[in-house]
């Protein structure tokens, strides 16, 4: 396709959220107005009618809002007693941040591989890794996807790590109708704007039944602080801005439907693409009820592929394009090429297509036209 023709068609977005804030920028603009008004803009009512909100919604006892996804996870590993030295397992095809969590305790990422079909953490993997010095279990749950977790409980029991989900992608999916983030000692979870429950800025919160935890997590949070100017520990600062908290709240009562938007998405990809040769879709695991945070197929040739999809002008993107162990960041930990075939090998064919809750049948249709050209010999 020409420039041209594709300036006219218009450019079909990885993601596209301005739909998405349309739907709640009146009732966000009018507590906006509240909070402005009356200057309180750290805590307050806000932050607490979300976290109340989101726990129950999850079925958690606690949820408290942090900063970020990876303050999250790293606090919610700090509560859990990880420490400078411990190991962490992790699945080997994260985003970077579930490692940067357990390095900035001074602790040890430890990739492991994935299975082939779902490229969820192998709990069979996870098991090979275990030491002496384990101290807990990250898995992941990719692309809205549930881990393995039932698999997963027994493995952390028997080592007694602690088992922390990073739930960034997957707010509000089920296995075995239990809600991902809910399994573990407590999960790190991130409302970066890309994410099926995005805020307006940077945001994120830690989930976990355990009392002791959850005041652990609001203390190292607070400066190390659970009174004002008494600091019992060397903490951080991490506290969830009351503005995202509104912009939360509002999202979080359309969040169900925004996922309902996002399966039908995903079913009409999968409708649209079956049956071209070489494309492999991707499929729910059983037990799991999906939501979708992204749509990735699996191509040979895949930086071909790519490359004509943005040519015609399908902005597809690729999650993620270097396993953690051979990124910049970890290469100098000793790993090679070949140490996790599984998670290697899809890095070179996986990609992401746009989806979105408001993405168009005929936006997808192009996608699917385009991918169809693309992989043809
Ligand atoms: C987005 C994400 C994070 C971290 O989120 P931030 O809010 O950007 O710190 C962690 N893990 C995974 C898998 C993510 O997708």
């Known amino acids: 396709m020409s420039a041209e023709a594709v300036s006219s068609v218009g450019v079909v977005p990885l993601v596209d959220l301005v739909a998405q804030q349309a739907e709640v920028h009146g009732e966000v603009m009018a507590e906006l107005a509240d909070v402005l008004g009356s200057a309180s803009f750290i805590g307050g009512p806000a932050v607490a009618a979300f976290e109340t909100a989101y726990a129950s919604f999850l079925g958690a006892r606690h949820c408290i809002g942090v900063a970020n996804g990876t303050d999250a996870l790293e606090l919610a590993l700090r509560a859990a007693g990880v420490t400078a030295g411990g190991e962490v397992i992790l699945p080997a095809n994260t985003f970077i941040a579930t490692a940067e969590a357990a390095s900035r305790i001074g602790a040890v990422p430890v990739p492991v591989d994935v299975d082939q079909e779902y490229l969820l953490i192998s709990p069979e993997a996870v098991a090979a890794a275990v030491t002496p010095r384990t101290q807990a279990i990250v898995p992941v749950h990719l692309f809205g996807q549930t881990a393995f977790m039932e698999q997963l409980i027994p493995v952390a029991e028997a080592c007694g790590a602690a088992l922390i989900e990073d739930a960034a992608q997957s707010q509000g999916a089920t296995r075995f109708g239990r809600h991902s983030g809910t399994w573990g000692l407590a999960a790190g979870t991130s409302f970066y704007p890309g994410k099926n429950l ?4 940077d945001a994120g919160a830690v989930l976990t039944d355990d009392p002791a935890i959850a005041a652990t997590v609001r203390m190292l949070g607070a400066h190390g602080s659970l009174e004002k100017y008494r600091h019992d520990a060397v903490g951080i600062n991490s506290r969830l801005d009351t503005v995202q908290a ?35 879709l991707p499929r729910e695991a059983p037990g799991n009820s999906d939501v979708w945070h992204l749509y990735v197929v699996r191509v040979p040739d895949r ?29 100098s930990h000793g790993w090679v090429a070949g140490s996790f075939p599984v998670a290697e090998e899809a890095a070179g064919q996986i990609l992401s297509l746009p989806l979105y809750p408001h993405i168009t049948a005929e936006q997808q249709e192009r996608v699917a036209g385009a991918l169809g050209d693309a992989v043809r010999p």
């Open 303 to 331: 930086d071909a592929v790519l490359a004509a999809l943005q040519a015609a002008g399908i902005q597809a993107g690729i999650h993620y394009p270097v396993p953690v162990h051979l990124s910049g960041a970890y290469g």
């Open 198 to 201: 995005g805020a307006a800025g």
């Open 246 to 280: 509104v912009v939360l709240k509002a999202k979080l009562a359309r969040l169900q439907g925004w996922n309902a938007l996002r399966r039908a998405a995903a079913e009409r990809y999968s409708a649209l693409l079956a049956g071209i040769p070489g494309v492999v």
